[in-house]
């Protein structure tokens, strides 16, 4: 590497990747502190009714047990449901660990053993018994179809389905060309690499909490408010992240406990979840798809109707976005979305990748494919007839949409074109080969985010902001971004996150961070740069006299005249000349009022799938993806590209392997871990091929970026789908699709 490069779109490896690969990264319940003590939650075994009597006798006479809380006993906390609200959750009651004896849905948590280890808090909780007043409960969502109803109050940044436009109903009728069909998406469960947990460590009322969380923010409001503390008291910590996705983004319950505890004994405590104990918790809810499609003699949509009804619980309406993106994506004249919600006494759903998307992108990139088929047209060319060349839901242009050059780009090194329309042609040994492809679809947001950069006096730089790295690899396109704003080296720059002392950032989610984070440190870098420069006047001989910040570059440890690179002064001579310890500077970003009023901001992605289908097992593998991806400017293609292939390979999981099944007679999730919930391996995985079409894009983001982390895993589901029936003529429309759904005849 030429030391002048820069690093700013440069494939550079991760600088947070030797502490993980070590294991000197501390996760939030590997930060020990003398006394130590450790929680185990005991789960409710009903799904619904309320505890009768809970008897802890036999748990707190074992040796080591400290103690045992539960509704009966645990010390003061807030009782307004309202307290309990986060910065992201849906609106409802949020729960209210150990409130009080109401269960709302099986493996609550309703006690919690606090002991010396933890493996005697697990014994000693095993010693507790509880009796229940069970009421009949209602898990089953394919049951609860008839009493789906529209959400009573909007979730905070989840638009209402855009429309109705014109008469669809009339349209589809007339259509020459239809199709119709219901598609389902199983519940899926969160299996992030690190489990939940959070150790607190207690210091004379004052708390520092080591937290799984997406946004350090986050934990810090609710534990106050929860609580009754003083921000001051209270400090979150989450600097490395083992896996996010969602499930982070929402404070949860082995928080609100550890902290409980640690109040309540004057201890330090640590409560962390076991993997079983991940799943009465955030899922992506089952959603069932109703989608029809007309379309008249040329291709062109004439009418679409798409509506998803979602599971929620009993206590929260969570909602995300599945509808909208179908007439965003093809804008037909006449279309009616529609979104329900069937409650069941079922924990509350939550985020996951993209929440939404990939469920209503599925139905509808199914749909097409089949109106293609019934049109005898290459599904590639019926997309592009019918591609928005605008946002028709919000009457707005797109600030860039290069998805046209990721369908050309895309079937080109997919090799598109080999495809056989007729499906079951190809043959290779026992099994049966197929092609296919979807449309992806994701926002591009910026959120406000602050961060500061501080130079010392021996040249190095350190940038800060409270936003988190859940694996994404903001880390280090932070540092490249701050090292290119100052001209040094990756090694000269330190990046601090997740630390709810720094300057203020929302959770890392909604593919936002790079966007927004990005260009705070960048904003942060350039004000410092310019208080840099003003100080040069006191070095000897005054080098950059009269030069402003447009006039010179920063530059290898320099800042040099542009005009004249003999004129410098290395920014350690800067800052002694100046008798500097520390400059620094802070600047927040915020979402431009005029994009937002004017331009609609999305991603883009173009998704091809080989699938590869054993006609005497079922099983369908998927050889090869193509996803060719439209995002704005790509900060640093290695940490994208990983980003692209981590949603794909969820993709794959989606499309074949992952869903919770439900024991309707006990109302739980049965396959709680995971050897029955079946996620990716690596023998799942063949070939990924990830490609980023040229966009750019000056509107969205001061730096031009749109963010990735989400846009990977929509579509690919359904390119797979459409591969699969390509291969064998069959068209499944319930995820996941599974060898025993494959060998059904
Ligand atoms: Mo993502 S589901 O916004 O963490």
Redesign the pocket.
Known sequence: MLRNDPHVGAPRSRVDGPAKVTGAAPYAAEFNTPGLLHGYVVGSAIAKGKIASIDVAAAEALPGVVAVFSHKKRPAGAWRAAKYRDDVGPPGKPLRPLYNADIHYSGQPIALVVAESFEIARYAASLVKVSYRAEAHDTDFRASRGRAANPSRKRNGIPAPAGPEGDAEKAQRAAPFKIAGEYRIATEHHNPMEPHATTVVYDGGKLTIHDKI?GVTNSLGYVTRVFGLREEDVRVFSPFVGG??????RPHHQLFLAVMAALGLKRSVRVELTRDQMFPFVHRPETLNLVSLGADHDGRLAAMRHEAIGATSRIEEHQEAVVNWSSLLYAPPAFDLGYKLAPLDIPTPG?????GAPLGVFAIESAMDELAEAMGMDPLALRLRNYAERDENEDAPFTSKELRACYQVGAERFGWSRRNPVPGSLREGRERVGLGMATGVWDAQVTTTSARAVLDAGGRLEVATATAD?GTGTYTILTQIAADALGLELEEVTTNLADSTLPKAP?????WTAASAGAAVQAACRALAKRLLSQAGAVPGKPLAGLSIDDVRFVGGRIESREDPAKSATLKAIMAAAELDRLEAEETVRPNPLTLARYSSYTHSAVFAEVRVDDELGQVRVTRIVSAIAAGRILNPKTARSQIIGGVVWGIGMSLHEETLTDHKLGRFMNHNLAEYHVPANADIHDIDVIFVDERDERTSPMGVKGL??IGIVGTAAAIANAIHNATGRRFRSLPITPDKVMRP
Do not use: H, K, T
Not at 351 to 355: C, E, F, T, Y
Not at 507 to 511: A, D, F, K, N, Y
């Open positions: 997406q996010g996705f969602g499930s982070g983004l985020d996951m990748r993209a929440p859940i959770v890392q989610g909604g593919s982390g989400e």
